[in-house]
């Protein structure tokens, strides 16, 4: 079962959904004609990042956001990542990344709802600042691409989120696919000097994340420039066991396309996936309610 995967690393334009909106249609329509399964773009991909106080003007219900997809016509099944803001019922406002499924007949609906539990709020983040923290993370089932998760930039950077993915699904076998959304600012040099030091990082997180859920995980980051900021690119894919598949050129645009044989993939993860599963889901339940208990003690 080959899956093809395309990663849209693309530079928003800040605050201009429509604008985006249209773009993300032309990548989709593109994608689909070349019989692609998967759409991943960036965090915050319809709306930019450094909002600010336009926050409340760009943000979306889910039902105005099934709405500019709902144009794309009748053709092949594909499903998209999309990063929006998000406004809840109650009027909160979350960072979010949506998987979406446009049918047969040119419908969308949502498969899952990321909302980005870890808000960065240091150096030139302000999230706290804006949006409502997201506090679940949970697996789901795509049907193309199976068992799978979603992750926000910073969510990455915590190591019990993709532990939590690893373990939601029958078995505790946890999930296929990771799919992450970020926006990354350039910042520092790596070691050699031949790229971003945050670039350096993203590479080691998405092969630590793919190593040890084993699994595979696809990062699709934004390029351009906002308020001065310029955004590193480098979308990739990672293997289970943490092969490098693809990736994405620095700084630039790019549409990156990767065709994947998700059953060997599965069956590979099958055979390396460490035995002991629920010990381990035990021990770590066991520690983190005794080190909670600690915790409240201490706060008496």
Request: charged residues 25%; aromatic residues 6%; glycine residues 10%.
């Given at each position: 079962?080959?899956?093809?995967?395309v990663?849209a690393?693309?530079?928003?334009?800040?605050?201009?959904?429509?604008?985006?909106?249209?773009?993300?249609?032309?990548?989709?329509?593109?994608?689909?004609?070349?019989?692609?399964?998967?759409v991943?773009f960036?965090?915050l991909?319809?709306?930019g990042?450094?909002?600010?106080?336009?926050?409340?003007?760009?943000?979306?219900?889910?039902?105005?956001?099934?709405?500019?997809?709902?144009?794309?016509g009748?053709?092949?099944?594909i499903?998209?990542?999309?990063?929006?803001?998000?406004?809840?019922?109650?009027?909160?406002?979350?960072?979010?990344?949506?998987?979406?499924?446009?049918?047969?007949?040119?419908?969308?609906?949502?498969?899952?709802?990321h909302?980005?539990?870890?808000?960065?709020?240091?150096?030139?983040?302000?999230?706290?600042?804006?949006?409502?923290?997201?506090?679940?993370?949970?697996?789901?089932?795509?049907?193309?691409?199976?068992r799978?998760?979603?992750?926000?930039?910073?969510?990455?950077?915590?190591?019990?989120?993709?532990?939590l993915?690893?373990?939601?699904?029958?078995?505790?076998?946890?999930?296929?696919?990771?799919?992450?959304?970020?926006?990354?600012?350039?910042?520092?040099?790596?070691?050699?000097?031949?790229?971003?030091?945050?670039?350096?990082i993203?590479?080691?997180?998405?092969?630590?994340?793919?190593?040890?859920?084993?699994?595979?995980?696809?990062?699709?980051?934004?390029?351009?420039?906002?308020?001065?900021f310029?955004?590193?690119?480098?979308?990739?894919?990672?293997?289970?066991?943490?092969?490098?598949?693809a990736?994405?050129?620095?700084?630039?645009e790019?549409?990156?396309?990767?065709?994947v044989?998700?059953?060997?993939?599965?069956r590979?993860?099958?055979?390396?996936?460490?035995g002991?599963?629920?010990?381990?889901?035990?021990?770590?339940?066991?520690?983190?309610?005794?080190?909670?208990?600690?915790?409240?003690?201490?706060?008496?």
């Open positions: 079962m080959v899956r093809r995967l990663l690393q693309i530079a928003p334009k800040l605050g201009l959904v429509e604008e985006n909106a249209a773009r993300h249609q032309a990548i989709v329509r593109e994608a689909r004609a070349a019989e692609a399964d998967l991943l960036p965090e991909s319809l709306t990042y450094l909002l600010k106080d336009l926050v409340s003007d760009v943000a979306l219900s889910e039902a105005e956001l099934l709405d500019l997809f709902a144009g794309l009748p053709g092949r099944p499903e998209i990542a999309v990063g929006w803001l998000e406004r809840s019922p109650g009027y909160q406002v979350y960072n979010a990344l949506a998987h979406l499924r446009i049918g047969e007949d040119g419908g969308a609906r949502l498969l899952h709802n909302r980005k539990v870890n808000l960065p709020t240091y150096g030139m983040f302000e999230e706290e600042r804006y949006f409502s923290s997201g506090k679940l993370v949970r697996a789901y089932d795509s049907p193309l691409l199976g799978t998760g979603m992750l926000i930039c910073e969510d990455m950077w915590h190591p019990a989120n993709p532990l993915l690893s373990l939601d699904g029958p078995g505790l076998e946890g999930v296929n696919t990771i799919l992450v959304g970020s926006n990354s600012p350039s910042r520092g040099t790596a070691e050699g000097g031949q790229e971003p030091a945050n670039a350096a993203w590479r080691l997180l998405a092969r630590y994340t793919a190593l040890t859920a084993n699994c595979l995980v696809a990062i699709c980051q934004r390029v351009g420039v906002e308020d001065g310029v955004y590193v690119g480098g979308s990739e894919i990672i293997g289970p066991g943490g092969l490098p598949l990736r994405a050129p620095l700084f630039d790019a549409i990156l396309t990767c065709d044989e998700l059953d060997s993939l599965i590979e993860r099958r055979m390396t996936l460490p002991g599963a629920l010990d381990d889901y035990d021990r770590l339940r066991r520690e983190l309610e005794r080190i909670g208990r600690r915790h409240l003690e201490d706060e008496r």
